[in-house]
């Protein structure tokens, strides 16, 4: 677990209970990356210092600055890299379509600013955040109180402001007490407006530039211009025919290990090359993961050092395959964007995977999304044992039989192991739910 | 709430996974209930966190 650096560049304001910033020189890790125009404040006794002299938080609050129930100020972003410091409200709001990936219509988000790193963000419909308060309660709750203390902002996308405060009335007394929402917004087409001090701004597209300039410096891409064209990215685009299938198939390894070597091969190939795979690998590697023990394989190449690459080839891969062959690489396309920390693809990925119910692996990184697992509990596991014998003649008499291997041969041992119940970890449960750094202990699980 | 149709996790890394999940008190105990069934999506976690970006100014990793 990172280190927590609210803590470190934070105190609670005396007198309103909000934190606000002190961004020192001393303390504040992203004060040479604060704009120019921004004063410089540290928290001294009940008062702000700013640079020009002493001003009481009342006050410093009032001008915006600075972070005070209902006035955002400096606000840093630390989930990308170097950290993004935006001023303001409309920075903020400038900031949010990146946080969610496409611009939220009808939805309340909820953004953690400041210095922890690991906090999620969250996302949900109006209509279910009215209908089902306590279900949608209890999912922000769990994950939100995994952590000390937390800023949070809170934007509801609507026209309606009737409809606007209920939904971010409902998601503010859904926070646990360890959360402080440091501003709480109407956002509308043309102008936001902070529901705590009631004041207003219009969308400012010259910070709306900025901030995608920044953002886009680091990496992030443009988002999509509404969840429909996110899902619809996702769709599918030059399916594979079966003429290619057919003729990919009778191209695979005689032996199970020299499949397993071209599966890994051609995936880390395409991945540190930033290629598309031509018609025919695309279509021997979708058959491939139809085995079991070869898309295992394929999951023993991702890594977060890879896994952006690999969303991207996953996620090719699940355009081009055939339904029958699409829940396999859809899966993985959706791990490996939650190993990047983009819950919202994954999300969408999943969707794209038609046998999500009874896929197992669908189903953990479901589970996993479902309840905000950080990524950065997975460890790479080490590589997968030679295969054995039995696996070997298996898949060599399928190929010999049908030209190319139907079932999953890896699973020879795998249905007797189905049948075990798996037996818990020998290590005591932890108490609490904080995320072991690490993931299990080694010799804990199952041997890989 | 729990589903008893989908199959225990069966590959090495699907256990693998399962345990993580298990310690992270998000499933059950694997033998006695198998994976939790997600009810709906009510919450979408849309940002989680990056390991390979969240990094102190200074360039120090976190963690």
Known sequence: MAPSLTKDVSKRSPDNGARVCLGSSEDCPVRSLCPPTTAVCSLVGDQLFPSEGPRDVESSASTGLYGGSGNLGCVAIMSVDPPLVISGLDGLVAYAPYAVGFHPEDAVVVIPVGFNTEVPAARQDIDAALENSDLSADRLRRVYSRYEHLEMAVLAYTEDQDRAEKALGITARALPENVTITAQLQVSAEQWRETISERTGPIDSAVSSQVAAELVLRGRRTPWSSQDELAQSFGPDHVLSDRVLAAAAGSRDPSLAGERDWVKRTVETAVRTQTKLGDPDAARLLQDLADIGLRDTAWSTLTVDCAAGQAALWKDLTRRAPERLRTPAATLAAFSYWLTGDGMQARVALDHAPALDTYTMARLVQTALHHAVPPNCWTRLPEQPAPTRQESHAWAAEVAAHGHAVSPSANVDRDEASRQPLTAPRSRRPEHRQPPAGGPQPGVGPTP | ?63
């Not at chain 2, 069934?37 to 849309?46: F, G, K, L, Q, Y």
Request: aromatic share 8%; charged share 20%.
């Open chain 2, 1 to 63: 709430m729990t589903d008893p149709s989908i199959a225990f996790p069966a590959s090495p890394r699907e256990q693998y996974f399962n345990q993580l999940l298990w310690h992270l008190g998000v499933v059950g105990r694997p033998s006695e209930t198998g994976i939790i069934r997600c009810d709906s999506t009510v919450v979408d976690w849309i940002r989680l966190t990056q390991p390979d970006l969240a990094r102190r100014p200074d360039g120090g990793a976190h963690g």
